[in-house]
């Protein structure tokens, strides 16, 4: 969402852009992309070099030796990048995740600048881990990229050490803040809606402490929680679902069946901020957290952790509440005090639609990402050639 954002935002200053990618997500996002791009877009599989599959650990040989034999262990998906950025005439590649290694092989191969975007947390204990990390990480991604850029300090951190300190920029994503103008109140109950947005699929987003802090929640006080996201689990067993399962048995057993609701999926976060009175965000390994801006963009107060990209994005005391991580007790606080004061509520909406449109703008971000284009042309990697006098990124994969 992201990327698509930053395209159109491209399109508006005259930059043109093209994508690959793998051919996956639902048939609306693939097409939100062939739309950003103009129909220039290619779905090819790609390589991902990330040890930490979204598989159990017994499947995970057998994934990786699939995806190897598929992309030739990315020479040949990284052979196809580069005869789409010739075919393209690109100035620039782009490559919107460091779990695809493609756009670095293919931008040495052409001589040409690489961007290298990191939206993921790294590291042990995170979700994402690559074969290389610390200082060795740093090192190598300062050869593979013209600029890395990191879309918090917090994912930052992880390759700070030996990477180059030019070659690093912090980008915040950017989102249409315009699009949660004038946001209408939660409809439909008296009772004050607290909402999670997170896929079902996604562990990390700690689904299980939301629902800890909501049965630590005053039970007089009028208040729904939600649940929004897609579910993985529906026409699966158990097995094939534990944390699904595992987290309905935990609502089930603190008694929170008439208190939490899943809402399933909402394409469109407008829809859902109309319905909620305060976002919980409860994850302390969110690279960055768009979800929170968006909530703050429709002047919705958010209580999460200090953690991640989170800690960032949410001010403390004056666009939500924050607290220590994995400590349901203190986030039902939050949340008690949220729900009983609507003056609160309503302060910490409008100072966090402020911070939104004074820090998370797509216009800002295409302003400040143009920078960073600008000066990675300066920068081709391979050998060194004159720097093209525009930056016109033409393929962003």
């Avoid at 990284?78 to 950025?85: L, M």
């Avoid at 910490?348 to 402020?354: F, I, L, N, P, Q």
């Amino acid at each position: 969402m992201s990327t698509v954002a930053l395209m159109r935002g491209l399109r508006r200053e005259g930059v043109a852009s093209a994508a690959i990618c793998q051919p996956v997500g639902s048939a609306d996002e693939r097409q939100a992309i062939v739309d950003a791009t103009e129909g220039a877009t290619t779905f090819t599989l790609l390589y991902s070099w990330n040890r930490k599959f979204r598989a159990p650990w017994h499947q995970r040989p057998i994934k990786e030796l699939k995806q190897g034999l598929r992309t030739g262990w990315a020479r040949w998906s990284a052979h196809r990048v580069a005869a789409e950025a010739v075919r393209l005439r690109a100035d620039l590649l782009h490559t919107n995740t460091i779990l695809n290694p493609e756009g670095a092989m293919a931008a040495r191969a052409l001589e040409l600048p690489h961007v290298w975007h990191l939206r993921e947390l790294l590291g042990p204990g995170a979700w994402f881990r690559l074969p290389l990390e610390g200082q060795a990480l740093g090192r190598f991604l300062g050869t593979q990229c013209s600029t890395l850029v990191a879309n918090s300090e917090a994912t930052a951190v992880p390759v700070r050490e030996g990477l180059p300190p030019e070659r690093l920029a912090i980008v915040y994503n950017g989102i249409d803040i315009s699009r949660f103008d004038h946001p209408a109140p939660a409809a439909g109950s008296a009772d004050v809606v607290v909402g999670m947005v997170a896929n079902l699929a996604s562990h990390f987003k700690k689904h299980w402490l939301f629902v800890e802090a909501a049965g630590r929640v005053d039970r007089t006080l009028p208040v729904q929680f939600r649940i929004y996201g897609a579910d993985p689990s529906v026409g699966r067993s158990p097995e094939e679902q534990p944390y699904v399962f595992d987290l309905r048995a935990r609502i089930d057993r603190l008694g929170l069946n008439d208190r939490i609701s899943f809402r399933g999926f909402y394409p469109d976060p407008v829809e859902i901020m109309r319905e909620i009175d305060l976002l919980v965000h409860p994850s302390d390994l969110e690279s960055f957290g768009r979800i929170a801006v968006e909530a703050m963009a429709a002047s919705r107060p958010v209580v999460g952790v200090r953690g991640g990209g989170i800690a960032e994005i949410v001010e403390d005391g004056v666009t939500g509440l924050l607290g220590a991580p994995d400590e349901p007790a203190i986030m039902a606080r939050h949340i008690e005090r949220l729900v009983a004061d609507r003056t609160l509520r309503t302060a910490m909406g409008a100072a966090g639609r402020r911070r939104a449109e004074k820090c998370f703008s797509l216009d800002a971000h295409v302003a400040r990402m143009l920078e960073v284009y600008t000066s990675s042309m300066t920068r081709p990697l391979g050998r060194r050639r004159p720097a093209a006098a525009t930056a016109t990124v033409r393929l962003a994969s």
